[in-house]
């Protein structure tokens, strides 16, 4: 994040784009400040601006230290997406960084994107991953929620799912979107949130 100052935000941008040599309409700005002098002379603006290879190098300053801080040494590579990041982690312990049933990556990945949104003051897509852990984790959960989705299409009985992280909520969400006859929600609360693959019976005709 970048704090710059000019007559106009238009002029800001522009000056902000040719310092980090990218085009203005990659840039994410929040005005700070704006001063309206007499007759237009003494105007000013001030604003934070950003663009996403500021979050990536945020990302791999703020995993750095922190991988150091616990003397570990890591490969971290970096892919930047549409809406966000995916960070691939790969080190020694990758199971110790994982946890029992992905907790400790959940976790760790909460840390980090609230340092992101923190940092950026704006909320960031960021996926931290180890060793593609979620990615196949991703693969299995899209498969058992057909194989589960199928299963409440033939028997039309509700099925609740085992709590999971919210970007896993969203897998089972997406997959299941468009299915005919198939509902799924989200409840609970904190560690307890689960999904419910529920069965909904088509609409009745209008009677004539």
């Known amino acids: 994040m970048t704090i710059y100052t000019a007559k106009t935000l238009e002029e800001l941008l522009e000056n902000a784009a040719a310092d980090k040599n990218c085009s203005v309409e ?25 663009n996403m290879d500021d979050v990536k190098e945020f ?83 899209r498969s058992m929620a057909k194989r589960i989705g199928k299963q409440v299409q033939r028997s039309r009985v509700d099925v609740e799912l085992d709590p999971m992280p919210n970007d896993e909520r969203k897998i089972i969400h997406k997959t299941l979107n468009d299915w005919h006859n198939i509902k799924t929600e989200s409840e609970g609360e904190a560690s307890a949130r689960h999904i419910c693959i529920r069965y909904v019976a088509d609409s009745e005709p209008a009677a004539e």
Do not use: C, P
């Not at 990659?26 to 950003?50: C, R």
């Open 59 to 141: 990302l791999f300053d703020y995993l750095g230290n922190f991988f150091t801080s616990i003397d570990q040494d890591i490969e971290v590579a970096i892919e930047e997406r549409t809406d966000g990041f995916i960070v691939n982690l790969n080190a020694d312990n990758n199971a110790v960084l994982i946890g029992k049933m992905g907790k400790t990556l959940a976790a760790f990945n909460t840390v980090v994107r609230a340092a992101v949104n923190a940092e950026f003051k704006k909320r960031i897509d960021i996926l931290i991953d180890i060793n593609h852990y979620k990615e196949e984790r991703y693969a299995k959960l």
């Open 26 to 50: 990659d840039l994410h700005y929040t005005v700070t400040e704006e001063k309206k002098g007499i007759l237009g002379i003494g105007n000013s603006v001030t604003a934070e601006v950003f």
